[in-house]
């Protein structure tokens, strides 16, 4: 059934719905505002008043007008507050700063030793943020929380990852409350995949865009989608699963129980299979000798930058690779019909052209609806710190973005 | 951007909020009202008046109460309006007429002549609408207006088929002019799979359910997607279009340009060449004869009740097409994370149970978040006159279904 709504809850609303369009912007005058948001310019000026004395918005200098007097421009202060990143990924931890706008301020990467526990390493994540920002000399109180990436699925309600494929230990783990007792902020937590869209949202290439599509491609490959400016989650917060979309019928078995997932196909140890197993059959390649040598020197990196430079091997396994991801780039279009498709994360770096071509050529040849719009495809502007500065745009976002479900919730 | 909201729309939205948590419900108090919608008893008091002033709600009697006095019981007056809907096949128009909890009171089909002008068939649909009104004895001004499913895609803002695949005559068909020209009630239109949807969610299973996907088998393959209540659409309203979603990568060409499709592989005239294919290398069946004799009398229908009496030729097909369907429905519930799948239209009869057994099956072990609930399949209530029932219902939605969207349109 539907809820009601009432006053309160549109004033709310109606705050966060200027702050997002002075967000956006390079810039922007009220006039502009109720230009785009509808609201009278009574509404908009009281609202932008109250902004300003809080701090969070300034008005910085004026703008020429057709006809008339110049306008002031709009911009939030990027000094009204800061955001803490956590990304907890499987080999690291990376910690980043950021202010109001989603600007990076400071960054920080562990590599996670062997064996250590879950606690433990929550513990030292929250030393580090604390590091940051001393140096920084960023005071407690224009700290406006922490967002943790983690791998999914997550449970909200409880502030807990359940069981992440893979990563037994993380298995129950009260995240969110650990996090909050040893950093003393609150803490706001997401999946990988997730965090990552709504940085891209906050300050990347979905900044434009209310409706797009986001392929996460970490240690496994996730998804995210956001409809309507915020990510829509699904009946069980499980939507947007891009990785165990069956790319290859009779494919290689996936830990979820099908084959040919496009996880199973394409992740980088799936990667890293296919190139050593072509390797061991002595096929030439500039990366033989290493393999000879030292099989476990040919990881994932190394193989992609093979692929750059053009290895027959490493470049026919990787095309293969694209040509996959454009198949499912193609069924998100089809089942979807978002505006943008991005791909970002950790993994991609030195394939991303490559990637970005085959799913860019496919997204313009083989959609239903491709007459009506050719759908975008993008490379995450944030590709290696994509996780971290996501959990960090997670508490703005938490913060300042206008839910029409906020209208009516009970 | 967004769009700010003020209070006329918030009192609107609310009037529909207390619409549709009547209409959901077998009879509800206004008690029950406030706790599902959290609107106070006062607003709900005001908003209740005034719909049975109106005559749009009636009380029926009382409900028994835990403690306290009995409960007044509301419920949508049938009588508070009529709506007709039309259905434009390939093969034949529908019409029906249904009352204003969307239960249908008259329906009538027309083969379509072949050669018919599309302006010709529409006047032809407009009279058997004006003929079905004259003998329910409903007056013009209980109607509440003319709901017609069209094939797709359409251009909404010009009321316009733009061009359907493989139907030359009807593109640029200004649809929406012509039956109002025609029939001379306001004109609601929408694509057949979408109609169907619609309907679905007014009076099928779709009732309770908030988000679920429809996959439409007719001539050719569609779908649709509710999300928070109302179609998703999509960048370029061309969402859900899961009969392109490819299952078989080196399988049938398809109209649209790829190979392998969902449609090319399952509609009615795949299906009726494949087992043609079978039955001309000479494979025992009960179909052998008819097809020696006329191979046209072997058609779509024929071949389902022969699958639905267990014939092997038949059978062998019908169950791949299930399996390709199941992909499908696995795919939705990765990508969406819907609570249920509904498959409906016109070319499912005899085969359901087969397509619902596959299709519940994969769904039960597929899905990557199986543990975290199975997506349901059912078998829509309305497969025969889905799409006319849910053009109707267009009407109905339109009129009384509360959108947030609503809320903040400019």
């Known amino acids: 059934m539907f809820s009601g709504t009432n006053l309160p809850r549109v004033g709310t609303y109606n705050v966060n719905v200027v702050l997002n369009a002075i967000q956006a912007s390079q810039g922007i005058s009220r006039v502009e505002i109720a230009k785009h948001t509808g609201l009278t310019a009574q509404t908009i000026s009281v609202i932008v008043r109250r902004l300003i004395e809080q701090g969070i918005v300034q008005e910085v200098g004026s703008m020429p007008s057709a006809g008339g007097k110049p306008r002031t421009s709009l911009r939030i202060n990027p000094a009204a507050g800061y955001a803490v990143g956590v990304h907890f990924d499987p080999i690291e931890v990376s910690v980043v700063v950021v202010d109001m706008t989603g600007r990076e301020l400071a960054e920080s990467h562990q590599a996670i030793a062997p064996g250590l526990a879950p606690e433990a390493l929550i513990a030292e994540a929250a030393d580090v943020a604390r590091t940051l920002l001393t140096k920084l000399e960023i005071p407690d109180e224009r700290v406006l929380g922490v967002g943790a990436a983690c791998p999914g699925p997550i449970d909200q309600s409880q502030g807990m990852i359940i069981s992440p494929p893979r990563r037994d230990r993380w298995t129950e783990v009260p995240i969110k409350r650990l996090l909050t007792q040893y950093i003393g902020f609150d803490v706001t937590i997401d999946n990988d995949a997730n965090a990552a869209a709504i940085g891209e949202r906050w300050s990347g290439h979905g900044r434009n865009s209310s409706d797009f599509a986001f392929l996460y491609m970490g240690t496994g490959i996730g998804g995210a989608i956001f409809l309507s400016n915020h990510i829509y989650r699904g009946a069980s917060l499980n939507a947007g699963e891009f990785g165990h979309i069956v790319v290859e019928p009779s494919g290689t078995p996936c830990y979820c129980g099908n084959r040919g997932c496009l996880e199973a ?30 099989p476990s020197s ?63 050529e496919a997204l313009r040849t083989r959609p239903l609806a491709r007459k009506a719009h050719i759908v975008r495809v993008e490379i995450s502007s944030m590709a290696n710190e994509g996780a971290a500065l996501g959990a960090a745009s997670l508490v703005l976002h938490a913060n300042y973005a206008p839910n029409t479900a906020d209208l009516v919730s009970v």
Request: hydrophobic share 45%; glycine share 4%.
């Open 265 to 294: 196909m394409c992740s980088p140890s799936a990667i890293v299979k296919e190139v050593h197993s072509e390797l061991a059959v002595g096929r030439a390649s500039l990366l033989a000798d290493a393999y000879q040598k030292d």
């Open 298 to 360: 040919v990881d994932h990196k190394t193989i992609c930058l093979a692929a750059a430079e053009n290895d027959d091997v490493a470049r026919r396994v990787i095309e293969r690779v694209a040509e996959y991801i454009a198949n499912c780039a193609v069924i998100i279009a089809n089942v979807l019909d978002v505006e943008l498709v991005v791909i970002g994360g950790k993994r991609i770096t030195h394939v991303a052209d490559m990637y970005r071509e085959k799913v860019s």
